[in-house]
């Protein structure tokens, strides 16, 4: 399917822009065209450094990994993840 190379590809320049210029929005979208591809669970790992990293920060990353927790069925952590404060 061409939806499919079409994702593939984007994970993959993904994937070589953030070896070229690593930042936490690289890691981001690179982690929502792999929950595209591979589900949930492998863009939640893409942003477990940043989740840590970036704990008590009112970010994009927490409405991204609110997103994924709750497709992958987590729906308290994905509360928990949609309260979080304001910086």
């Known amino acids: 399917m061409q939806a ?3 994702r593939a590809q984007t994970v993959a320049l ?3 822009l953030n070896e070229l210029a690593p ?3 690289v890691t981001l979208n690179q982690a929502a065209a792999a929950a595209m ?3 949930p669970q492998a863009g939640l ?3 477990e450094p940043l989740h840590d990293r970036l704990r008590g ?3 994009p990353l927490h409405a991204v990994r609110a997103y994924l927790l709750e497709t992958a069925g987590d729906h308290a952590a994905a509360a928990a993840e949609y309260r979080l404060p304001r910086a």
Do not use: F, N
């Open 37 to 39: 591809m591979d589900g």
């Open 23 to 25: 930042g936490p929005m």
């Open 14 to 16: 993904y994937r070589l």
């Open 45 to 47: 790992a893409l942003l």
């Open 57 to 59: 920060h009112r970010t």
């Open 4 to 6: 499919d190379a079409e």
